[in-house]
């Protein structure tokens, strides 16, 4: 069965500093992916980045970065130089050859 | 560009009535999911479909249905709601999924039982 745990309910950081987030899956799969979703207030889903579990370089977008350890199952998501626009709930998310299941969700706060 | 459309966003029911949600996608997409989110849930899938007239159970079917008559629709079901079942309802397409290709949401439908 897959599983996705994000064990942080809630975090803050201060506007231009950095954040990690934590995400932990599980799978049976041998291919795969893996998937931070970002929801603002407006209730959007908005994919902030994505990795395939074959490639070892872990996958950047400007500010957002993961690292990605795959023998350990875990996906966490590095934020640099965090901007008030960041503050959302993020969503780890691990998908197969069907289905993709998402964490519980972690508050992301950003202090002025 | 429209991408996934739900309809409606709003809507308030009385247990026991019924409704079908909308979701329709313009991106030519096989692979349509339903989910619903609560507090403290994070998204949980409904039912979904892998193409046109299949449809296969997510982890919280019971108490919906859903059909896929044509490619670009999915809807969703209530034949008899429950309060249980007021939640914010997303709908998500995608390619293929096994094509790392990931999935495009909706804006939600925010469903009220009373």
């Known amino acids: 069965a897959q599983t996705v745990t994000q064990s942080q309910p809630e975090m803050s950081v201060q506007e231009a500093e950095t954040v990690t987030l934590s995400c932990t899956y599980d799978?049976?799969?041998?291919?795969?992916?893996l998937f931070w979703y970002k929801q603002p207030p407006s209730r959007q889903m908005i994919l902030v980045i994505r990795?395939?579990?074959?490639?070892?370089q872990n996958a950047t977008e400007n500010r957002f970065s993961v690292n990605f350890q795959k023998a350990a199952k875990s996906f966490s998501l590095k934020i640099s130089d965090s901007q008030l626009g960041d503050a959302a709930m993020y969503f780890c998310?691990?998908?197969?050859?069907?289905?993709?299941?998402f964490g519980k969700g972690t508050k992301l706060t950003v202090n002025p | 560009n429209a991408g996934v459309t739900q309809t409606p966003k709003f809507r308030v029911l009385k247990t026991g009535q019924s409704m079908t949600l909308l979701c329709a996608q313009d991106?030519?997409?096989?692979?349509m999911y339903w989910y619903r989110q609560d507090p403290g849930m994070g998204l949980r899938l409904i039912h979904y479909?892998?193409?046109?007239?299949?449809?296969a159970k997510g982890e919280v079917p019971d108490g919906y249905n859903v059909s896929r008559l044509k490619k670009q629709n999915f809807l969703l079901g209530l034949e008899s709601a429950a309060p249980s079942q007021t939640s914010v309802y997303f709908c998500?397409?995608?390619?293929?999924?096994?094509?790392?290709?990931?999935?495009?949401f909706g804006d939600g439908t925010r469903l009220s039982i009373l």
């Open positions: 998500a397409s995608s390619y293929e999924t096994g094509d790392y290709q990931p999935q495009h």
């Open positions: 990795q395939e579990a074959y490639k070892q």
């Open positions: 479909s892998v193409g046109e007239g299949t449809t």
């Open positions: 991106m030519n997409h096989e692979y």
């Open positions: 998310s691990q998908g197969g050859s069907e289905k993709l299941v």
């Open positions: 799978t049976s799969e041998s291919d795969y992916y």
